[in-house]
């Protein structure tokens, strides 16, 4: 799936949600969907313009200048709904405390266990933040929908988190096993 198609397919997703202006459609986007999904805001504008052209959001001008909301129209919906059946590509991961840890040797001991250390505390702040979320959500959207769809997002956010803590204590003891100088005992 081509990056214009997946940024659609955040832009139409947040829409069918509800209208919204663009920088609530922005702010939704990163506040929202940022738990698991980052979009260059550079893109969203660009991607509401294009949808617009093509009649897949419909703008309806507020009173004031950058007011106005957009809306998802009939062949938006037909146009999510195909990105969203599209096969999910699988795209090669990239984690830069993963690639440090692996050439950990000559980075040192002290080094790593910090990294992982701080890995372990955004773990557990994330961790946290899913708790807050999954109480808001459930108050807030009760009524809604799209809650059920909605908590489990946040519990795969949380299953992750709780996975990078106990990764994190698992390498951490590892690391108790070597030296200083990071060759094994």
């Given amino acids: 799936m081509a990056r214009r198609d997946q940024t659609e397919m955040a832009v139409l997703g947040a829409l069918s949600m509800q209208p919204m202006t663009a920088y609530a459609l922005r702010e939704a986007i990163r506040e929202v969907l940022g738990h698991f999904w980052s979009e260059s805001f550079g893109q969203i504008y660009p991607t509401l313009n294009a949808l617009e052209k093509e009649g897949h959001v419909q703008r309806q001008e507020g009173p004031r200048a950058r007011s106005s909301i957009f809306q998802l129209t009939d062949s938006g919906l037909t146009r999510l709904r195909d990105l969203l059946n599209e096969p ?29 250390e701080e ?6 702040r994330r961790l946290a933040e899913y708790d807050a979320l999954t109480r808001t ?15 489990m997002t946040i519990s795969a956010g949380r299953h992750g988190a709780e996975a990078a803590v106990a990764w994190a204590e698992e390498a951490l003891a590892l690391l108790d096993t070597l030296p200083e100088n990071g060759e094994p005992r």
Wanted: charged share 35%; net charge positive.
């Fill in 119 to 124: 890995a372990k505390a955004d773990a557990e």
């Fill in 137 to 151: 959500v459930s108050e807030e959207d009760r009524d809604s929908p799209d809650l059920p769809y909605t908590l």
């Fill in 88 to 116: 999910i590509k699988a795209v090669p991961p990239r984690n830069g405390l993963l690639l440090r840890l692996f050439f950990g040797r000559q980075l040192g001991v002290r080094r790593c266990r910090e990294l992982l």
